[in-house]
């Protein structure tokens, strides 16, 4: 051996130790993710990720071949929502982008933490209108927390390491990250990142004292408080400290849709659900209120009704994560920006006096005992109300259950009984058609020993029902109930209701065979025509440790009451139950 | 209400996007926008002038802006005392009669003629809104054939009144 070559091998030697080996940017992306500690993806395949799947091949994360792009993004907004943990979504360039954006724009809307990749044409072709090439950048600027496109492989820990920050902290949301092909081709040595450098991103957590201190003050004059309760009492996990505040004060609570479990339903101090199709109690508490207190909740349209009635005699305190939602809709006196359980925490550990409020806890609760939520006895089929009294008897309340938008989501909401956080997903903000049965799937995933109960109208699981094929696969044992009134059940409400029965493209006069639409992905199905079928059919199925789907043949004319409509206040509800 | 807003920002590709974007989402209105850099490399900093409706939508602003990951710093300035300075350059018609009048009108103003042509001069003046649009008041009756302006841009002065006559909108501290 030449003196030369022993030199090299000496060096080589010495060197090895501290060299990372060179590596391609496809396997740097798994190596990156499983150091996210991603347990779990849903994506679909296509031109432009296929080195990014050819990593996962030879180094695999358990990955969910959705049917539809939409479908993926759906369930993992569903597994995000019950697991607190991000839901992590993959798609290629173009077409696969696009069909996210709904996705996107739903966890957006609902504060829901996702990291999404999407694959991109090679760096040098941007621009050129190349195959399958959209500006997912631009199209998803507005419609994520934030979003990024990778030009160097050097880059890319960083910033995969920042979007599962920016995603789960704060106020979560959907954070894209768009990865030209040629970037994963690329070979490397890139540092893996632990810390951030975020300087336009310093989330604050903890409350104003100054502001506490009013609050202090506020519920010592108040005589009619009341606590609007949101998701952000879920996302914060404060659930706990909210009921022990609650019980300290005696302060009655309304939940948002999407806050339903934040605050037992049982509870005697629960008012129910606030807004459109809200209680009566609920909406008259909050528009009679003289001290509201806003915990994580964003006082969107559905909730307030017309502003311009909206909690008039009320102090407004908020509590929220976002400062922006502070005052954007609502004149608010005591602002605390803070996460919610750190400003409970605060709040409970000064001791405050409890307001006077006998007189109004009285009031209310006769209210309760007056105006009960209630529907009409006639007309041919189920009774959707009892259909999900009966599900959630059989459930035991316990069910994780899912929703898309309209009538049946509004059932569920009124007549589930959500008992605990995290067992309720539905689309809140966007009001997507077509996300429960999808969210279901994720939901599912996130908790395979949960019973995931999918609540979809007969329209609305028509949008995503081919992932049947997922369920089959996977055995996933959802629990698919379509509450089938042959309809856009909540187009049809307004229609009858402002429209003269005009009933123009929200009926549904041919529908496919649900059962044998089931049986074709080897999946058992039910058609129910009375709630007497629909309970033996359901004790039979709900606890059991396989998919099914019911089809349950609701009152095709039944309406949500109470309703508030567009542009009256929380006090002009129609369909309240007569005394 | 006219309201002169500063942020200082990541010089991010996209950035501008993001910014415009959330503008026209939100439905603010942007009667101008400047951006340039700063003494610090890698950060920029913008200026718009915006119409808004009341203090809460200005407060809208600012946070919406605050949100935003890429920038820094938001500030409404307009009720400090800062300098805010625009440059305009107008090219006026000409006769060899009017000539030396447009020439006695734009002295007082510090505006220089920066080119001449048989028929036209294109006049560079610099100053705050009201200036600009005094001075093109003056020159109307000559004859505008085209006017550019680069929108104001605006900086602290370097003594301020008292913090307490100053009007804040954040809500951390």
Known sequence: MSQNAKAEEFNMEKQSPVKTSPINGADLFVEILKKENVEVMFGYPGGAVLPLYDALYKNPIRHILARHEQAAIHAAEGYARVSGKPGVVLATSGPGATNLVTGITDAMMDSIPLVVFTGQVATGVIGSDAFQEADVIGITMPITKHNYQVRSMDDLPRIVHEAFHIATTGRPGPVLIDIPKDIAGMVGEPKFVDEINLPGYQPNFKPNSLQVKKLRGALAEAKKPVILAGAGVLHAKASAELLEFVEKMQIPVVNTLLGLGGFPSNHPLFLGMGGMHGTHTANIALYEADLLINIGARFDDRLTGNLSHFARNATVAHIDIDPAEIGKNVETHIPIVADAREALKKILSLDFEAPKANEWRAKLQQDKVDHPLWNTEDGEGISPQALMKIIHEITNGDAVVTTDVGQHQMWTAQYYGFTKPDQWVTSGGLGTMGFGFPAAIGAQIAKPDKTVVAVAGDAGFQMTLQELGLVAELKLPIKIIVYNNMALGMVRQWQETFYEERYSQSLIPVQPDFVKLADAYGIRGYVVQTEEEAEKVMSETLNNNEPVLIDCRIKPKEMVYPMIAPGKGLHEMIGVKPQ | ?173
Do not use: C, W
């Not at chain 2, 028929?119 to 610099?126: G, H, M």
């Open chain 2, 1 to 173: 209400m006219k309201r002169i807003v500063t942020a200082t920002v990541l010089n991010q590709s996209g950035v501008l996007n993001r910014i415009t974007g959330l503008f026209t989402r939100r439905q603010f209105n942007i009667e101008s926008i400047t951006v340039g850099a700063t003494e610090t490399e890698g950060i920029s900093k913008m200026t718009f002038v915006v119409h808004v409706e009341d203090d809460r939508m200005v407060e809208q602003v600012v946070k919406q802006l605050n949100k935003q990951i890429d920038v820094l710093k938001v500030n409404d300035i307009t009720d400090q005392a800062i300098v805010t300075r625009e440059l305009a350059l107008l090219k006026v018609m000409t006769t060899p009669q009017t000539r030396a009048e447009i020439n006695v009108i734009i002295e007082p103003f510090r505006a220089t003629i920066i080119d001449v042509a048989k028929d036209s001069v294109t006049i560079q003046v610099v100053g705050n809104f009201e200036k600009i649009e005094a001075m093109i008041e003056l020159l109307r009756p000559y004859g505008i054939k085209e006017v550019a302006r680069t929108g104001q841009t605006a900086i602290k002065r370097g003594s301020q009144r008292l913090v307490s006559e100053s009007k804040t909108f954040s809500i951390l501290n």
